[in-house]
């Protein structure tokens, strides 16, 4: 028998009519979605307040650093001052074995008293002894002639022989000679003279020698040159000391400084004068004020860095030497400045700034100039203005996308 029967649609024409509406529903909400753009957070360019700051780690530090050393060697018997204590300025630091160089004063002494004994005997006694010897050899001068002037006569007459005569003659001779001598004695220990001069050029070599022998008998006693704080100490009673080395060093009583390595990238914010606020990391809770008193004028090629230095007016009692300090350095601050995150901005550190500025529902790339920069927010000083809405740099979109902007 022959199939007379119709194939059933695939369809009913109600099943049809309600995919066509749900197609159109899809396309519908499609170009809507579309014509309304793809959802991104945005950052709002907004008016404000802004601090910029330098930020580094830093070491308290003294001006200047005394080291304390011995010029000669000795053994050491007494140290006075511990570390960490407060001196005064010539305050004994520590003692070396001085009897070597008490017994080199005090022969000093005696040879000193020794050489003025003899200056003086040379003024007291030696000159008076050579004037009455030159009296006495000019009388005998005077009579040896007389006597030699008679015997001549009388030898003219007959009277005496020629041997006689040259006995006269030998006699005058010797009292002249005696009569130079004598003179030569006066003159030598006249003010001036050879024998004064040689003893007054011994008192003062006995002067200088004693001198000498003082000034290594203070070195066996060491003191503090000026008031400050013992730092280290390096030696103990006992030890011996050698001449150059370093047994004590002292900082000197006055104005504490910190010390740091800033980023050379950050050169261009710092300025001698410029206020700063620091604390000790032992004391994270305490800030003091301090000043930038130096700018190295060379850059560490090696760290990339240049040191500073700040001088503190007025440092806590708790600061010690070489405590590890967190210093904040204000460069710049802006009252009233519109600011945007620092994530919103491409190219932030070149000459060319730019951000992806969100208008009439599609990104328009605009470049702007920047001002102060602070902690994660950027001044905007040409550009944009406040209110406008900006996507973050990390989402890369190009520009003429077409988005919805919701505020993050």
Known sequence: MPNTSQPSPRFSLGTQRLIF???????????????????????IAERGE???????????????????????????????????AAVSADQVLLRLDEAEWQ??????????AQSEARLRQISELGLPV??????????????????????????????????????AKRARDVAESQLRSAQLQRSSNRPGGSDALVARSSVEQAK??????????????????????????NIEPGDTAQPGKVLMVLAPTGETELTAQVDEKNLALLS???LAFA??????????????????????????????????????????????VSIDIETARRSDALLVAADAVNDASSAQ??????????????????????????EILDGLAAGDALVPAALKLPEGRRVRTVNR
Do not use: C
Not at 103 to 112: M, P, V, Y
Not at 358 to 363: E, F, I, L
């Open 130 to 167: 050579a004037e009455q010897n030159l009296l006495q050899a000019e009388a005998n001068t005077l009579q040896a002639q007389r006597h030699f002037d008679r015997v001549g006569q009388l030898v003219a007459k007959g009277f005496y022989s020629s041997a006689q005569l040259d006995d």
């Open 279 to 324: 604390s000790a990391d032992a004391y994270p809770g305490e800030r003091f004020k301090a000043e930038i008193s130096y700018i190295a004028p060379s850059v560490d090629a090696q760290r990339g860095s240049v040191e500073i230095r700040l001088r503190v007016p007025q440092a806590p009692a708790y600061l010690k030497h070489e405590m590890t």
């Open 353 to 378: 700034p730019w951000v992806m500025l969100v208008r009439d529902g599609k990104t328009q790339r605009q470049t702007v100039r920047l001002g102060v920069r602070g902690a994660g927010r950027l």
């Open 208 to 233: 200088a020698a004693l001198l000498s022998a003082e000034s290594r008998l203070a070195y066996a006693t060491l003191r503090a040159p000026v008031a400050g704080v013992v730092l280290t100490r």
């Open 103 to 112: 017994a080199n004063a005090a022969q000093s002494r005696a040879s000193l």
């Open 272 to 274: 001698l004068g410029q």
């Open 50 to 84: 802004l601090r910029q700051a330098v930020v580094a780690s830093g070491r308290v530090r003294t001006p200047q650093r005394i080291e304390i050393a011995a010029q000669i060697s000795g053994k050491v018997t007494a140290v006075e001052a511990r570390e960490g």
């Open 21 to 43: 509406i749900l197609l159109l529903a899809v396309i519908t909400i499609g170009v809507f979605l579309f014509m309304r753009g793809e959802a991104v957070n945005v950052v």
